[in-house]
């Protein structure tokens, strides 16, 4: 996991759904929209965030997510993201 990823996660969990711009927005001073949401991919790879809709534009926490988050869950035990789909965003 990358420094940023927690930070995602957590503004996931205050705000229930969000869009990569937005988290971009509100939560970094200097990470763009584009590394965002390849961080989201990538979460949702790992089966820690998922998204709502099929365009891939606004994401929620999981169930993982929120254990990840609590302490409950150890992030190197989750599925490995696949960076071939990640890129390819399926």
Known sequence: MKREDERIMEFL???GL???SLISREVFESV???HVRER???????ELVDSLTRDRTHWELTQAGQWYLDGDLDAENQPRPRLGRVLRND
């Open 40 to 46: 989201l991919h990538m979460l949702a790879g790992a």
């Open 13 to 15: 969990e205050e705000e």
């Open 32 to 34: 763009s929209t584009g």
């Open 18 to 20: 969000s869009t990569a």
